[in-house]
Structure formats: C-alpha cells, structure tokens
C-alpha cells in the first residue's frame, strides 16, 4: 500500500496537498482570531492550544501521506481524528467555549478520510467555504454524544443511598485512603481506558458505573490479566466454572476471562442473577460474588430474613468475604464522593484509536518507543488491557491493528514508525533474555 501510494504521487500533487493544507490553517486561524473573545479562562485557553497542536498533527498526517509514508500518515490523521472529537466534546460541555473554532476551522477533519488520500492522487483540494455562516450542517455536531456522566443508580435506587454508613464501611474507608490508596488510584487510571468499553454494559444492566469501578478496584486494580492464586483471572476475577457459565472460556486458544469487555459483560449478568436470588439485597450479592452464590444462599436459608450485617450470617462468613463487601462499597462511595475525602482522581484523555503496525514490534517495544513524560510510569499496562487478545511477549507482525491511547498517535509517527535511536534500543533489549529464561525456550524448541 505505502509504495503503490508513492510512486502515484507526483511533485504536483504533493505541492497541490501542501497548498491546501496552508489554505485550510490559514483561513482557519483568521477564523479562530474572529471569533475568539477578548478574554479566555484559562482552561478555555488550554483547550484552543491543544486544537491548534492537533491541526498541526493532522497537517503532518498528510504530509507523511504524500512523502510516501502512507501508514504512518494514516494512522496519525485517524489519531487526530479522535483527539479532536474530544476536544469538541469538551467545548460543548464548556461555558463560553466557541464551538466556531471547530465548525470553522477543524470541520474538515471529521469528513471521510478518503479526501486527503484523494487530494493526493488527483492533485486537486477544495477550499473552505467563503460562508461560514451559509455553510452546511457542521460535522461535529455530529460527533457530540450524550456527555459522559457517572451512572449511580442501581436498579432505580441511588447507590449512595444503599451504602450503610457502620463501622465496618468506615474501617474500609480508612483502608483505601491510607495504605491501599497506590492500589485505588491505579485502579482508576485503569479504569479510566476501558470506560468508553465497559460503563455501557452495567448502565443497560441497569447497575450504577460506581459498583463497576468499585468491584474492578478490588478484584484486580483494573489489570485484564490479573491471576489469583486460586485460579481467577481478569479483571473481574472470575472462577474457571462460573466463568464457563457466563459464556467466558476459550475461544481458539485465548482465555476471554481476560477480555476486559466480555468479562464485564458477564459480571452484570452474574450479579443482577444475584440480585434476583437475593431480594435485591446489594451486600448479599457481594458477598455471592466472592464466596460464591451456593454457599450464600444456603446461608440466606438458613438465617431467614436476616441482613447481611446481622452477626448470625456475617459471623458464618470467610474472613476474606467479611472484608470484600465493606471495601467494595467504600471504593463506590469514594468513587461517588472523592472531594469530601480530598481525593484528587486525576482528569486527563482516554480516547483510544486504532493504529496499524508500520513494522514488527511488541508491545513491550511499542511501551519504549512511546515513551510520555505525561504517564512516568509507562503505556505497558495500557496496551495491554487495550489489547487484551495479544500477546505482550513477541513481536506482532507488520499490518498488525493495535489500540493505543489517542494521544500517542503523534508519538508512534515520530518515534516508533521508522528506525529512530528509541526504536533502535527499544529491539535491542527486547531481543534480550536472562540466561534461565533462554535456556527454557531453548528445550521448549526442542520439544
């Protein structure tokens, strides 16, 4: 594709494409200078830099498009894509935001992505439209979704209104804010990339987001490929036999307990089961949920009526299980409530898209090569839990579709498409193998 692209493009259509991407800037900045106010908060003036950093993104897709570089091109111009459907987003949800700059001056880049690929092989472009005003519909009140909201309501009831406020919730309070607080906000950064994936799924099983986020934090911290030593895996931690009954098993070799999406899916049809089992009751399906449902309904008829909290069913419990239900129900409130306990849950960009791989790399090497001073402590987990289905270990083949963040895709362009030094090192200890572990793949080989 990237050499059949080239050598049909000629000096007159690269200097064509040039031409009309300084067209669009140009018209677009007078624009953006035109409508913008005298005085811009501050958050307001961050968003129109990070709009003017992805314009100049997506100039450099195209630039790479016509020098030959199809895919790197590409896959930059359909990260922009999506950063900017962000930031437009954010604008609509922001008072005196002037949704002017994205209707005016970016609208282009919400259309079919076939226009540049065309400009570049005919040689033609069209111009902004002179006005603005008589223009047609913008395409990104098209791309404005229902603004994200947090989902709290659990079968019609406010979660926080079925959170008992007794001593055994508060001592999980203490625990989450002091010794277990590394493991909540990692839980939350990890959430935070699937969300887009999987709050949908508790919101049309009707359960609030904040007992998904909660039970993810517990189970695994949010890692798709966390493992127990009981035997659970994912980030829902399911049981091999309750998995199966939830339609999580092996499909052609992969384990889709560790499919973040398939587990999540699973895990609200287990537990409105539960609720169903239980009358509704949200610490007994907790409980179901980490003893398992046979023992705690032998338990729900043997005590008859009695609540969770009542001594004669809690004192019967695990002492695993007595502590999985408070801590499950002070990660929801925390989740629900983070300011009244000075938790600062951090805000930034989630969006992902899909890249196609320029050449082989792994994920590990696709963690080195995009290497962000914004996140210290690296992509790996990420991509990981994005591509749940891949193996982290080997090098994928070229052409290969992997998710990253949406904000990486300038960086996988510069830094991982091509042979830069970061690449270069990135292979060089990739390629390297402790002498155990070498010696194991060697009689591995042999076998």
Same mark, same amino acid.
């Given at each position: 594709?990237?050499?059949?692209?080239?050598?049909?493009?000629?000096?007159?259509?690269?200097?064509?494409?040039?031409?009309?991407?300084?067209?669009?800037?140009?018209?677009?900045?007078?624009?953006?200078?035109?409508?913008?106010?005298?005085?811009?908060?501050?958050?307001?003036?961050?968003?129109?830099?990070?709009?003017?950093?992805?314009?100049?993104?997506?100039?450099?897709?195209?630039?790479?498009?016509?020098?030959?570089?199809?895919?790197?091109?590409?896959?930059?111009?359909?990260?922009?894509?999506?950063?900017?459907?962000?930031?437009?987003?954010?604008?609509?949800?922001?008072?005196?935001?002037?949704?002017?700059?994205?209707?005016? %001056?970016? @609208?282009?880049?919400?259309?079919?992505?076939?226009? &540049? !690929? =065309?400009?570049? +092989?005919? $040689?033609?472009? *069209?111009?902004?439209?002179?006005?603005?005003?008589?223009?047609?519909?913008?395409?990104?009140?098209?791309?404005?979704?229902?603004?994200?909201?947090?989902?709290?309501?659990?079968?019609?009831?406010?979660?926080?209104?079925?959170?008992?406020?007794?001593?055994?919730?508060?001592?999980?309070?203490?625990?989450?804010?002091?010794?277990?607080?590394?493991?909540?906000?990692?839980?939350?950064?990890?959430?935070?990339?699937?969300?887009?994936?999987?709050?949908?799924?508790?919101?049309?099983?009707?359960?609030?987001?904040?007992?998904?986020?909660?039970?993810?934090?517990?189970?695994?911290?949010?890692?798709?490929?966390?493992?127990? %030593?009981? @035997?659970?895996?994912?980030?829902?931690?399911?049981? &091999? !036999? =309750?998995?199966? +009954?939830? $339609?999580?098993? *092996?499909?052609?070799?992969?384990?889709?307990?560790?499919?973040?999406?398939?587990?999540?899916?699973?895990?609200?049809?287990?537990?409105?089961?539960?609720?169903?089992?239980?009358?509704?009751?949200?610490?007994?399906?907790?409980?179901?949920?980490?003893?398992?449902?046979?023992?705690?309904?032998?338990?729900?008829?043997?005590?008859?009526?009695?609540?969770?909290?009542?001594?004669?069913?809690?004192?019967?419990?695990?002492?695993?299980?007595?502590?999985?239900?408070?801590?499950?129900?002070?990660?929801?409130?925390?989740?629900?409530?983070?300011?009244?306990?000075?938790?600062?849950?951090?805000?930034?960009?989630?969006?992902?898209?899909?890249?196609?791989?320029?050449?082989?790399?792994?994920?590990?090497?696709?963690?080195?090569?995009?290497?962000?001073? *914004?996140?210290?402590?690296?992509?790996?987990?990420?991509?990981?839990?994005?591509?749940?289905?891949?193996?982290?270990?080997?090098?994928?083949?070229?052409?290969?579709?992997?998710?990253?963040?949406?904000?990486?895709?300038?960086?996988?362009?510069?830094?991982?498409?091509?042979?830069?030094?970061?690449?270069?090192?990135?292979?060089?200890?990739?390629?390297?193998?402790?002498?155990?572990?070498?010696?194991?793949?060697?009689?591995?080989?042999?076998?």
């Amino acid at each position: 594709m990237q050499s059949g692209l080239a050598t049909k493009l000629s000096t007159r259509c690269c200097a064509a494409l040039l031409a009309a991407v300084s067209l669009l800037v140009a018209a677009s900045c007078s624009r953006d200078m035109a409508h913008a106010p005298e005085r811009v908060p501050m958050d307001l003036e961050d968003l129109y830099a990070k709009v003017r950093d992805y314009r100049h993104d997506y100039e450099r897709g195209l630039e790479l498009i016509v020098s030959g570089e199809a895919v790197a091109g590409e896959n930059l111009l359909m990260a922009t894509s999506t950063r900017l459907r962000v930031a437009a987003r954010t604008c609509a949800a922001t008072p005196g935001c002037d949704m002017h700059l994205f209707d005016n %001056s970016l @609208g282009h880049v919400f259309m079919d992505r076939r226009d &540049p !690929l =065309t400009v570049a +092989r005919d $040689g033609t472009a *069209s111009s902004p439209p002179a006005d603005p005003e008589n223009a047609a519909p913008s395409p990104v009140t098209d791309v404005i979704p229902e603004l994200g909201r947090t989902l709290t309501l659990l079968h019609g009831r406010d979660m926080a209104d079925l959170i008992p406020w007794n001593d055994q919730v508060k001592a999980a309070l203490h625990d989450w804010l002091t010794w277990k607080r590394p493991q909540l906000m990692d839980a939350y950064t990890n959430y935070q990339y699937l969300r887009d994936k999987i709050a949908p799924i508790y919101h049309s099983a009707d359960l609030p987001e904040a007992l998904l986020f909660a039970m993810m934090a517990k189970e695994s911290g949010g890692k798709a490929h966390a493992y127990s %030593s009981a @035997g659970a895996a994912g980030a829902m931690q399911f049981m &091999p !036999l =309750t998995a199966l +009954r939830y $339609g999580l098993g *092996s499909d052609d070799g992969f384990d889709t307990r560790l499919d973040p999406v398939a587990a999540t899916r699973a895990s609200a049809a287990y537990l409105n089961d539960q609720f169903g089992a239980f009358n509704n009751d949200l610490e007994k399906t907790l409980a179901a949920y980490n003893v398992g449902e046979s023992k705690l309904r032998r338990l729900h008829r043997k005590h008859e009526g009695a609540e969770f909290w009542d001594p004669r069913m809690y004192g019967e419990l695990p002492r695993e299980t007595r502590r999985y239900v408070p801590q499950v129900l002070a990660a929801a409130w925390l989740f629900l409530h983070p300011d009244d306990y000075g938790l600062d849950f951090p805000e930034f960009e989630t969006t992902s898209t899909v890249i196609t791989l320029h050449e082989q790399l792994s994920l590990g090497e696709l963690t080195i090569c995009l290497a962000d001073a *914004s996140k210290p402590e690296g992509w790996f987990r990420t991509l990981r839990n994005l591509n749940p289905r891949l193996d982290s270990t080997t090098r994928l083949p070229q052409g290969t579709q992997v998710e990253i963040p949406s904000m990486l895709g300038r960086a996988y362009a510069e830094t991982c498409a091509g042979d830069t030094d970061l690449l270069r090192r990135a292979r060089e200890v990739q390629d390297a193998r402790y002498p155990e572990r070498a010696q194991s793949a060697a009689r591995q080989a042999k076998r």
